[in-house]
């Protein structure tokens, strides 16, 4: 890995708390970004070019680097078309040895494996957030000292799935698309998601986005319109109903509310 900025002091000595984890896609008619996460860190592994800046010190971005952005930092992106990120938001302990992490870093080789051990926090993260956890600090320990996390095998039609509904978290999606993307049949997938969470897929999804806008609701300064549409969920009378169902509350008060995940 080759280091192309300067470094953050973290504590790594305990695992993160991880408020949420994803595939973000961005540069969809919206060229420019600033936001704040105040109280989490941000990891970003890129699959994409673009000016990422933070607290006004200019980075370049391209695929497989990846970028770590400490609370409170004022983050700006500059998109070019489309962009495809993999992202963990995550909350690290203050105590213990520091170690100086990288702001940006270009992966190399390394790259694929890191990828990997994102997406699988990514599966484990909604029911198993622990061993999500555990994938989220194997890589800040990858990219503090260089190691490579190891990869692990999982169903590669339900990967395919699960991939699917993270990137495309933004448009319509049903279950026959998602199948056709994994490249199985509607029951074989409704089996697959029945197996390894224990609901259907098209519950896995309503919950899986409102997952990801109350984390966008409480922990970013994105407006409510552009949280709804992240979601996939563009009609803000649609989601008001959705979050006042799944999170019992309207956007604004679940805002209010902050970090009160539960």
Not at 14 to 26: E, I, K, Y
Not at 207 to 221: D, G, I, M, P, W
Request: glycine letters at 6%; one cysteine or more.
């Amino acid at each position: 890995m080759v280091e192309t900025s300067a470094r953050h002091i973290a504590h790594l000595d305990s695992p993160p708390r991880v408020a949420q984890v994803g595939v973000g896609v961005h540069g969809l008619g919206i060229e420019r970004e600033v936001f704040q996460l105040p109280e989490l860190w941000q990891l970003h592994l890129y699959r994409y070019s673009a000016e990422l800046i933070v607290d006004g010190v200019a980075h370049e971005v391209r695929p497989g680097c990846a970028s770590l952005v400490p609370p409170g930092a004022v983050v700006e992106f500059r998109y070019r078309g489309r962009s495809e990120h993999l992202y963990a938001h995550f909350e690290l302990g203050t105590t213990g040895t520091p170690h100086r992490v990288p702001a940006v870093l270009d992966c190399g080789a390394e790259a694929p494996h890191l990828s990997d051990a994102l997406l699988r926090a990514v599966a484990w993260h909604s029911m198993t957030p622990l061993r999500a956890a555990a994938e989220v600090w194997t890589v800040l320990w990858a990219l503090a000292a260089g190691e490579v996390p190891q990869a692990e095998e999982r169903h590669p039609a339900l990967a395919a799935a699960l991939a699917h509904i993270e990137v495309n978290m933004a448009s319509p999606l049903t279950v026959p698309t998602i199948a056709r993307a994994a490249g199985v049949s509607h029951n074989q997938l409704t089996r697959l998601f029945r197996v390894a969470f224990a609901e259907t897929v098209v519950a896995y999804l309503r919950r899986r986005r409102l997952q990801v806008a109350a984390h966008l609701l409480r922990n970013s300064t994105l407006a409510i319109p552009a949280v709804a549409s992240q979601v996939g969920i563009p009609d803000l009378q649609a989601f008001n109903k959705a979050c006042r169902r799944e999170l019992g509350a309207s956007p604004r008060t679940v805002r209010a509310g902050r970090n009160d995940e539960h």
